[in-house]
């Protein structure tokens, strides 16, 4: 009569699935992470808050994309046919720059998809970080329940064929198992459940970082693209290499003599010739627009709300006061202080600053004319920007500046590029950022306003150090 029982004993127990070997092979490199933790000394500092732990995984996807985008180079081929695309363009100052327009936005297009997959890998691995964490803490359980399940998994001799001697193991075993099958099926599932969204997680990073890469290898045909659209767009200076010569010596003169941003405006505009003759031709340009019946200035309204403005204006398609909210931030980037927050002086912060991608192409955010563009005090390379009704545009913070002083530049037209680190400059040293900054500062009459209300993007996060 034992028989009978063995085999009722047998059903009651239930059937464990196999492992398969993925599901092993994650548990094992698991294992092998845990060790390794295990082995760091006692008083190793508590996790840092999520916020802390996803900055410092920023910090690390940047710096590994910063890594990889070194790697990429331009194929021969590639760059040959860049060139011949170039050559085939119309070379009217009207085309060129409208080029040169489309290059830059398609160029911080392909920067803010860069941006997005830095911001997105860095919080896949804060949740990879956390499921590691949650299967350290659970490696002793984790281990019993593997090795059950492995031995479970194996197929064991049918009831009916056993020794009595065997019989009799098997209930104390089907008894002792019967009541530790329950809990231990459900730390099974959890088991799986974690590697699986592990794999998942993993899988999902390696495809970001795909994405990435595809990103940075369009962007770097784009710079490509760009730095032959600025050589011939350079090409069309109405000023010989000597004039222009001598008037950025004039200009850094005037600088090196300047007591203030206002006082260096003034002497820029009055003292530099092609500075001085673009503004008497912008004005002329404003009182012939204002001398326009009520009919054709209709439809020069009608056409610069279309999008598609005159390409050889001399003046800004737009009074200054009316494009509020219609800006785009020259630079693809995080706000990392705002227009009244500490600047770490003890002062209020008179311009916005916002952290860029190293590289990152800087591009005019209204129409205007380039007032100055060189190395200014503390402030690093600048580009003052006079954008009519009063209102002037600082930027600071590049470390190269492609438009010359005197020139008109259209919104959108690229102006210069930002270095691979942040500018050591007045403006940023308070900054708890090692990427490269840009500083905006909105003038009018001379007095700096908050340049909040003109721009069409919100802000994209602020910076540890804020208030």
Do not use: C
Request: charged content about 30%; hydrophobic content about 40%; glycine content about 6%.
């Amino acid at each position: 009569m034992a028989l009978p029982l063995v085999a009722a004993v047998f059903l009651v127990v239930p059937a464990a699935p196999p492992l398969s070997a993925q599901t092993v092979e994650n548990a094992q490199a698991v294992d092998i992470g845990a060790a390794a933790d295990a082995s760091q000394p006692e008083g190793t500092p508590a996790p840092s808050p999520a916020v802390d732990a996803l900055e410092r995984k920023r910090d690390e996807t940047r710096t590994e994309l910063d890594d990889l985008s070194k790697t990429l180079t331009l194929s021969a081929d590639k760059a040959r046919s860049i060139e011949q695309a170039i050559a085939a363009l119309d070379k009217s100052s009207a085309s060129i720059r409208q080029a040169l327009i489309e290059s830059a936005a398609r160029r911080k297009q392909m920067e803010a998809t860069i941006r997005d997959s830095e911001d997105r890998l860095a919080k896949l691995r804060v949740k990879e970080d956390g499921i590691r964490a949650s299967l350290h803490e659970r490696r002793g359980v984790l281990a019993e329940v593997l090795a059950a399940l492995q031995r479970m998994g194996r197929n064991p001799p049918p009831a009916l064929l056993v020794t009595p001697e065997d019989a009799l193991g098997s209930v104390r075993s089907a008894i002792l198992l019967g009541a530790v099958v329950p809990g231990m099926r459900a730390e099974a599932e959890r088991l799986m459940a974690d590697l699986n969204a592990l794999s998942d997680l993993q899988k999902q990073a390696v495809a970001e970082k795909e994405k990435a890469s595809a990103a940075m290898s369009a962007s770097l045909e784009e710079d490509r693209r760009m730095d032959l659209l600025l050589a011939e767009n350079d090409k069309q200076s109405r000023l010989s290499a000597a004039e222009l010569e001598a008037e950025r010596r004039r200009s850094q003169e005037l600088a090196s003599r300047a007591t203030s941003l206002q006082g260096l405006i003034q002497s820029l505009e009055g003292e530099i010739s092609s500075v001085r003759d673009a503004m008497a031709e912008a004005r002329e340009e404003e009182e012939r627009r204002k001398q326009l019946t009520a009919e054709q200035r209709e439809k020069a309204e009608q056409l610069a709300e279309s999008g598609v403005p005159d390409k050889n204006r001399i003046a800004p398609a737009y009074p200054f006061a009316s494009l509020k909210q219609k800006l785009a931030y020259p630079v693809e980037g995080d706000v990392l202080r705002a227009y009244g927050d500490p600047d770490g002086t003890g002062h209020p912060a008179r311009g916005l600053t916002l952290a860029a991608s190293p590289g990152a192409v800087v591009t005019a955010p209204a129409d205007g004319l380039v007032v100055f563009a060189g190395a200014f005090r503390s402030y690093g390379q600048m580009i003052i920007l006079n954008a009519g009704d009063g209102y002037h545009l600082v930027l600071t913070g590049m470390e190269k500046v492609n438009v010359r002083q005197g020139k008109f530049v259209f919104a959108g037209e690229p102006i210069a590029a930002m270095g691979e680190k942040r500018v050591a400059s007045a403006t940023a040293l308070a900054l708890e950022t090692d990427r490269p900054t840009l500083y905006i500062e909105f003038r009018k009459d001379g007095t700096p306003v908050d340049s909040k209300p003109w721009w069409s993007a919100k802000e994209t996060g602020r910076a540890r150090n804020d208030s």
